[in-house]
Structure formats: structure tokens, C-alpha cells
């Protein structure tokens, strides 16, 4: 789909309360008229397909939604975002307190409080429409992390001098630091994993990487694998993020496990292990973890 200069901005929304989703969208054109809603989702795994299937210049998503939040729709697609293609801005619509929202601030994301504030939501327009202003007219180059002088900030365009590598690296500190929000959950020393009739103990050292598989996870140690009902997102806060990387959103690794990160004649990263034949992809969100010192 291409993007030209001078057509309307194009924005999607991501909101499982209709409600809200439709005050939000009547705020939007009270004060953006020019802006066309090409899609109104129900739920993260809905804004990822609209989204890819649109690509549409503003993407504002619900934080907490069935299926996938709106931070792991924001990570999916940044993941499978066509080469080429500018990333949509992203603005993070959320209930939640003030404790929470430095946070926010902090993670230079910008955010719509529920319910829609006219005020608040007029500033994140007039910031839209200055990235907008600053890419010739439409969201004609890729996004980064930029902070704004009135302290909060949007995913904006990217200059022409940095490299879409540069975006990447914005999105994943984002999302690391929005996922900081979340309570600690308590460090995982063993995994116990159902073989037959009996429980297996596998310590975390044994580890080479976990694996997701629909609704279970794969633990792959050095000579053996076991399957354990979880999720990634779930097992990850347990984890020691020192030694275990999140390189894909399906696949956490053990650090001491790398041998080599390697690219391809595409530019696509992958590990080898040094004890494990398999060969690991890294998603373009994780390959600042493997740029050398």
C-alpha cells in the first residue's frame, strides 16, 4: 500500500469497549476533521491484522485488551512491518492512575486518558500533525521515540539522518520500559515440567532457550525437551533478564547459551547456540542486544 503526500492522515483504533472506542472517535473528528478512522478493533489480535492490512499513519491502542494488549499488538507489528513501509505513530490509550503514568512520561509513550479529555487529547493532536508537518505531509518516513517540550511524546517521524535500525531500538526501549509498569513477579530457581506421571525439575542453568507453542512452552535443554502450560509473557517477568534475553516475541533465550549472531544476505540476524544445532531468529526489535561493544 503506498503513501502519498498530500491524501488525509489515516489513523486505526484499538478499543474493547465500544463506548469509549466510539467517544474517542467522535472526539477525533471534533478536533481532527481531516483525519479518516479507517478501522475500529475490538481487540489486540484484530489491530494487528487491520493494521498490517491498512498501515495506517496513527495507531491508538488500548493498553488492556482480550486477546493481545496494546502493547503486545504495538511489538507484533513492529515485528512483521513491511520492509520499507514507514511505522505507524503510536499513542497508548489507558485508565490508569498517576503513579502509572510517569511511567508513561518516562517511557516517552504518548497517552489518552479514559474517558477521552478533550484538552489532553487536542495536545496529542497537535503533536500528530506536527510529525506529520515535519514528514512532508503524511507519516513518509519511519518512527522513533521523541520527546516533546510539553514533557510527554509520541512515536514520531524519524530524520532522515537515522536509520530505520534507530526505530527499532525506540520501540523496544519503549516497550521494555512500559512492560517495567507491570508488578514484579517472584524469580523462577526451577521449572517443573509434567513427563507421564512424574514432575521433572529442570534447573534454569540447564536452560537453552524457551520456545512458545500455542498454549504451552518448550523448554529446550542441551540433550532433552519438555513442555510446560504457560505463556512467554507470563514466564518472562520470572526470569532473570541478565541471563535470559527475550529475542523474539516466541522465543527467550539463555544468554550464556550464544555462540554467534549472524546476518544474512537480507539482513536477517539469527543465533547460533554452543551446546544446541538449532539456529535461533531474532526479531529486528531485539538486534541492539547483539550489536558489538
Not at 40 to 61: H, K, R, S, V
Not at 169 to 184: E, G, I, K, T, V
Not at 200 to 210: C, E, G, N, P, Q
Request: charge should be negative; charged fraction near 20%.
Amino acid at each position: 500500500m503506498s503513501h502519498h503526500t498530500l491524501r488525509a492522515p489515516r489513523a486505526l483504533i484499538a478499543e474493547d469497549e465500544p463506548i469509549l472506542a466510539a467517544a474517542l472517535a467522535h472526539a477525533l473528528q471534533r478536533l481532527w476533521p481531516e483525519l479518516d478512522i479507517v478501522a475500529t478493533c475490538p481487540n489486540g489480535l484484530e489491530a494487528l491484522q487491520q493494521g498490517l492490512a491498512m498501515q495506517p499513519d496513527i495507531l491508538f491502542l488500548d493498553i488492556k485488551m482480550p486477546g493481545k494488549t496494546g502493547l503486545e499488538a504495538a511489538e507484533e507489528l513492529a515485528e512483521q512491518w513491511p520492509d520499507g513501509v514507514p511505522f505507524p505513530n503510536i499513542v497508548f490509550v489507558t485508565a490508569y492512575d498517576e503513579y502509572a503514568l510517569a511511567a508513561f512520561e518516562h517511557a516517552a509513550a504518548d497517552y489518552v486518558l479514559k474517558p477521552v479529555n478533550d484538552a489532553r487529547l487536542g495536545k496529542t493532536v497537535e503533536r500528530l500533525q506536527q510529525r506529520l508537518r515535519d514528514s512532508g505531509g503524511s507519516n513518509g518516513t519511519s518512527s522513533t521515540v521523541t520527546a516533546t517540550p510539553a514533557g510527554a511524546a509520541t512515536l514520531a517521524p524519524m530524520a532522515a539522518t537515522e536509520t530505520a535500525s534507530d526505530s527499532d531500538d525506540n520501540l523496544a526501549r519503549l516497550l521494555s520500559q512500559l512492560q517495567a509498569m507491570l508488578p514484579p513477579a517472584p524469580r523462577l530457581q526451577m521449572i517443573r515440567a509434567a513427563v507421564g506421571n512424574s514432575v521433572r525439575m529442570i534447573a534454569l542453568t540447564d536452560v537453552v532457550y524457551f520456545e512458545a507453542l500455542d498454549k504451552y512452552i518448550n523448554v529446550v535443554c542441551q540433550d532433552s525437551e519438555a513442555l510446560i502450560r504457560t505463556s512467554l509473557k507470563e514466564l518472562l517477568p520470572q526470569l532473570d533478564p541478565q541471563q535470559f534475553w527475550q529475542i523474539h516475541r516466541g522465543t527467550i533465550v539463555n544468554a550464556s547459551a550464544i555462540a554467534t549472531a549472524v546476518r544474512d544476505d537480507a539482513g536477517k540476524l539469527s543465533l547460533t547456540l554452543r551446546q544446541h544445532p538449532a539456529q535461533l531468529r531474532v526479531s529486528p526489535l531485539y538486534a541492539h542486544l547483539f550489536r558489538q561493544m
